[in-house]
């Protein structure tokens, strides 16, 4: 007989709210009606404006797909849940359904003189889901959600991780005050990072 999935509910939820968030990232990539074209060249031009938004839209998919992916193994290693565990779940949620509105601020100011709020906001909410999985984990932990000792293992390290990319990403929401673009370029190489060994990890 096939083992029941307590969480299935659960997980069938969130993969409708991660669904909707990589869904809303696109929505606002589009060249502004106000944009007179006449020639190629015009739409050229009008497609190099929206590179920048572009970015970001890439961007926050990875980031958003990469958390799917480990909230997706997460829940494969409880066999229960709690109501501690469904608030601090709805915590990481929140921070995934925010993602698309500071992407869209990063797409339209990025390159322009003043760029340090979107950076900030855009970096700010990564540090948040940070917090998400810090709570997640804890909640796990805590009241004993997780299949066997192995499970426990792999929890500890990903809340280990949680406080180090809430440091890591605090950090760079500070000093994106002053350096916006270079948070932007070291924001994306680190989860470039993560999606390459999450790759590697998953052939092996």
């Known amino acids: 007989m096939a ?17 909707i968030a990589l869904t809303l990232l696109i929505i606002d990539i589009k060249i502004p009606s ?21 970015f970001a839209f890439v961007l926050s998919f990875i980031i958003i797909l ?3 992916v480990n909230h997706h193994g997460t829940l494969k290693l409880l066999n229960r849940s709690s109501a501690g565990f ?4 709805g915590f990481l949620l929140i ?8 992407t869209a601020l990063m797409g339209e100011y990025l390159l322009t003189d003043h760029s340090s709020p979107a950076v900030i906001l855009y970096v700010s909410t990564i540090a948040f889901q940070a917090i998400g999985w810090i709570l997640l984990t804890s909640s796990v932990l805590k009241n004993h959600l997780t299949k066997d000792e192995k499970s426990i293992l792999t ?6 991780y949680g406080y180090f990319a809430f440091t890591i ?3 760079c929401a500070i ?9 932007a370029i070291i924001t994306t190489c680190i989860w470039i990072f993560w999606l390459i060994l999450g790759i590697n990890l998953k052939h092996e």
């Open 155 to 160: 929890i500890r390290e990903q809340r280990k």
């Open 34 to 54: 106000s944009v007179k074209i006449d020639t190629t060249n015009d739409l050229w031009l009008a497609l190099k404006h929206i590179l920048p938004s572009i």
């Open 3 to 19: 083992e029941t999935n307590p969480n299935s509910r659960l997980e069938t939820f969130c993969d409708g709210v991660f669904a």
């Open 169 to 171: 990403y605090s950090l």
């Open 95 to 102: 921070t995934i359904v925010f993602i698309p509105f500071p």
């Open 86 to 89: 469904f608030f601090a779940n």
């Open 66 to 68: 990469i958390t799917w």
């Open 175 to 183: 000093i994106a005050f002053w350096f916006p673009l270079t948070i």
